[in-house]
């Protein structure tokens, strides 16, 4: 069987931002995910009370785990870099987030696939579109129709290549 092309959101913004997303790859790396591309990394605007910038990324992982099994794995690396329950849309060492999975559509109590903000988030977009412009929602909807070019408040902070050692 195929592998499940899956985008992870990765976010940060207390602490070494960089090193967190780096830390971040690495820990999905040696939990055996086939990490395949990274986007650049972007300084972003926060969302939620106020609080320092973001960087932001994306990265495409190819696996065989079902969505909730996924999403168990970035909770486990959060919680090794040291992300502690805070409040909704507070700062944060590192933010890991399921943003597609593949074509499904997954919706059960603790998990939403798509995320259920990402056509609303250019800090999600923009890094998804970087890896692959041509990726739809489930619904055949081409995720480009959500994000304009060059969006406020995103900033390019690193080149590709970054969060995997280039």
């Not at 899956?6 to 971040?24: E, I």
């Not at 591309?37 to 785990?65: F, I, K, M, R, W």
């Not at 849309?89 to 919706?107: A, H, K, M, Y």
Request: a negative charge; hydrophobic letters at 40%; aromatic letters at 4%.
């Amino acid at each position: 069987m195929a592998p499940t092309r899956a985008f992870v959101g990765l976010g940060s913004n207390l602490g070494d931002r960089l090193d967190n997303l780096k830390r971040a790859v690495e820990a999905l790396l040696e939990k055996g995910l086939a990490v395949m591309e990274a986007s650049s990394v972007y300084e972003t605007d926060p969302v939620g009370p106020p609080q320092p910038d973001y960087l932001n990324a994306a990265v495409a992982v190819d696996c065989h785990l079902l969505p909730a099994d996924l999403v168990a794995v970035l909770k486990r690396v959060e919680a090794e870099i040291g992300r502690e329950q805070s409040e909704r849309w507070g700062p944060r060492v590192i933010d890991l987030d399921l943003l597609l999975f593949g074509e499904e559509t997954v919706s059960e109590p603790g998990l939403t696939v798509p995320h259920a903000e990402l056509t609303n988030r250019a800090f999600a977009l923009v890094p998804i579109l970087e890896i692959d412009n041509d990726v739809e929602l489930p619904s055949g909807e081409p995720l480009s129709a959500f994000c304009e070019k060059n969006p406020e408040g995103i900033r390019v902070y690193a080149p590709p290549g970054t969060l995997l050692g280039g």
